[in-house]
């Protein structure tokens, strides 16, 4: 009899279950590729988790004007960005690529790879200044072969108490990046100081991501910056 139960109850939740992993599946995910629209400009997203957190929203603002892509992953740092880039590219023809490397660069790592290490207990960030400039030359450099419009956009602040991470240090990349931007002509989306104007109401407290309604205000920005760029 207890065995009989059991199974009716199985048998009684498993549309339901069905239901819930139909759902989850069906839930869109940013980094999955789209398919184009016949006619309308090609737009490639690099970034990292910042990024990943605005596409689907620009990606609703800007439905029926733009064929809005982005690389498949998170960007990570700009090493990341050296040894994937050409996969990135790929062979399309890019109308617009909106790019950013920053916050990974900048985030310290421990002496045996641990991710978010504290500077305190001897944590070193990923890529330094100096490299960092370097880099992001060398990728610039690449994109420009494109022949799309480029836009940098900016580090986003960190904010106290965040993991593995420091105040101030976005600002220094901020400006060791504009410098490489000066120096080959690509203009500078500044998300960087709405995010910091507006911390406490779209970021999240002591961390360098944002809430929902914080990504649907980043990706207003970027929908906007890229229609211009298309004009």
């Known amino acids: 009899m207890k065995r009989f139960l059991f199974l009716l109850l199985a048998v009684v939740h498993l549309p339901a279950l069905g239901q819930a992993q139909n759902n989850k599946a069906k839930r869109p995910n940013p980094t999955t590729p789209i398919e184009d629209v016949a006619g309308l400009p090609s737009v490639l ?49 890019w109308d617009v690529i909106h790019f950013n490397w920053g916050l990974h660069d900048l985030k310290h790592m421990g002496p045996n790879g641990e991710n978010l290490f504290p500077k305190e207990k001897g944590g070193k960030v990923q890529v330094s200044l100096e490299d960092y400039e370097k880099n992001l030359d060398r990728l610039v450099l690449r994109l420009k072969k494109t022949g799309a419009r480029l836009i940098w956009r900016n580090t986003t602040p960190v904010p106290p108490g965040s993991k593995g991470r ?24 500044d998300l960087f100081t709405m995010s910091r104007e507006r911390m406490k109401e779209i970021m999240l407290p002591s961390n360098v991501h944002y809430t929902k309604d914080g990504s649907k205000a980043l990706a207003e920005s970027v929908a906007k910056i890229i229609l211009q760029a298309l004009k």
């Not at 990046?177 to 002509?185: D, P, T």
């Open 166 to 189: 420091y105040v101030g240090d976005s600002i220094r990349y901020n400006a060791a990046a504009e410098r490489v931007m000066i120096r080959h002509g690509v203009p500078t989306h």
């Open 45 to 93: 997203l690099i970034g990292d988790s910042i990024s990943i957190g605005y596409t689907l929203p620009t990606r609703e603002l800007l439905k029926g004007k733009v064929n809005l892509h982005r690389i498949p992953t998170n960007g990570g740092p700009t090493i990341k960005g050296l040894q994937h880039i050409e996969s990135w590219l790929g062979k399309k023809k």
